[in-house]
C-alpha cells in the first residue's frame, strides 16, 4: 500500500523518541547480546572450563579497551550526554585490569601483554567516537559496565572456580567495591541514561553504536579463540583433559558433534559410506583386471 512504509518508519521513530533509553538500547542489543553468548570464549565460561590462556588474553584485551573507553569518558566528562553516566569512583576498570595483569605477567606486564587486531579497532573506535560522538560514548560505556555489572559478575566466580584462584588474586576486575547493590546501581545507571537528552537523530546515533559496541566484543573473543587455537594446545589443556576419564572425552566429542550441528544418522552412516566405496574400488580393480 503506498505509503504504507513511510508510516511504520514514522511510527518505529515515534516510539523510538518516546522510550526511555535504557529500554531501547536493551531491546536493539538483544539478539547481540544472545551472539556475545554463544561465542566460543563466553561458551568455555558458561562450561566452567576457562583456561589460563583465555582468561590472560581477555585481560590484555579489557586492559586496551578500557584505556580507550575510560580515557575519553574522563575527557568528556563535562559534556552535556556524558555527565549524567560518569561513574569513574564506581566504574573505572582500569587500575584493576594493572593489578590483575601484574599478578599473572610480573612487573614486566606491559611489554609481555598480547593484543589482537579486533582489539586494537576496537580501541581506534572508542577513540574516534570520543572525538567525533561523544553522545555516542553512552553506548560503548552500557555495553561494557552494565555488562561487567550482569553477567560479569557470574563470570567472576566462574573464573574464579575453574582457575583455582584464591583471595581474590587476579580477579580484580570483576570487584567493584565502590557499588554495594549491582542490581540497585544498574536501575541508577539506567535512570540516568533516561535523563540524556538527544536528539531523534542522536538517539538512532546511539542505538546503532550498542549494536556496533557489542559486535566489537563479538570480535575481539572470536580473535582471542583463533589466537589460541593456533598456538600449541596449552599445559593446562592437556593437563586437564589427561585428568578426565575416557568417557569424559567421548562426552565432549559428542558434545561438539551436537554443537556443530552433525546429526547423528550421518555419524552412524560413515561405517556404510566406508563399505560401499571399498566395494566400488574392489570392483574397479576388478573390471581393470578383466580389461588386460
Ligand atoms: C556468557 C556470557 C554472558 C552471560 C551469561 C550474560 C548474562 C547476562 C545477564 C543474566 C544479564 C541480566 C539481564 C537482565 O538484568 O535483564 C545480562 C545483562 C547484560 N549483559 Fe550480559 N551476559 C554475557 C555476556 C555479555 C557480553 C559479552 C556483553 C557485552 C560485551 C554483555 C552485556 C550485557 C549488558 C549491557 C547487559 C545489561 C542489559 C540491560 O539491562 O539493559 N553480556 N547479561
Aim: hydrophobic share 40%; with cysteine; aromatic share 8%.
Amino acid at each position: 500500500m503506498p505509503g504504507e512504509g513511510s508510516i511504520h518508519a514514522e511510527a518505529a521513530e515515534m516510539h523510538v523518541a518516546d522510550s526511555d533509553l535504557s529500554e531501547l538500547i536493551k531491546a536493539a542489543t538483544k539478539d547481540s547480546h544472545t551472539r556475545a553468548e554463544n561465542t566460543e570464549l563466553m561458551r568455555s565460561y558458561v562450561r566452567g572450563q576457562v583456561s589460563p590462556s583465555q582468561y590472560k588474553l581477555l585481560l590484555c584485551s579489557l586492559y586496551e579497551i578500557y584505556s580507550a573507553l575510560e580515557e575519553q569518558l574522563d575527557r568528556n566528562a563535562s559534556h552535556a550526554a556524558v555527565a549524567p553516566i560518569y561513574f569513574p569512583q564506581e566504574l573505572a576498570r582500569l587500575e584493576t585490569l594493572q593489578k590483575d595483569l601484574e599478578h599473572f605477567y610480573g612487573e614486566s606486564w606491559r611489554q609481555r601483554i598480547i593484543v589482537p587486531a579486533a582489539t586494537l579497532r576496537y580501541a581506534q573506535r572508542l577513540r574516534e567516537i570520543g572525538e567525533k560522538h561523544p553522545e555516542q560514548l553512552v553506548a560503548h560505556a552500557y555495553t561494557r559496565y552494565l555488562g561487567d555489572l550482569s553477567g560479569g559478575q557470574v563470570l567472576g566466580r566462574i573464573t574464579q572456580k575453574s582457575l583455582g584462584l584464591k583471595g581474590g588474586e587476579g580477579l580484580s576486575f570483576f570487584s567493584f567495591p565502590a557499588v554495594s547493590s549491582p542490581g540497585l546501581f544498574k536501575q541508577l545507571y539506567r535512570g540516568r541514561m533516561n535523563s540524556i537528552e538527544l536528539t531523534q537523530e542522536q538517539r538512532q546515533g546511539v542505538l546503532q553504536e550498542a549494536i556496533t559496541a557489542f559486535e566489537f566484543n563479538i570480535e575481539v573473543f572470536d580473535d582471542i579463540q583463533e589466537m589460541l587455537s593456533i598456538t600449541e594446545p596449552e599445559p593446562e589443556l592437556r593437563q586437564r583433559h589427561s585428568k578426565h576419564s575416557h568417557t569424559r572425552l567421548l562426552q565432549d566429542d559428542k558434545m561438539a558433534a551436537q554443537e556443530l550441528q552433525i546429526s547423528s544418522p550421518w555419524l552412524s552412516a560413515i561405517p556404510l559410506i566406508r563399505m560401499v566405496l571399498g566395494v566400488c574400488v574392489a570392483l574397479a580393480v576388478g573390471m581393470g583386471i578383466y580389461a588386460f
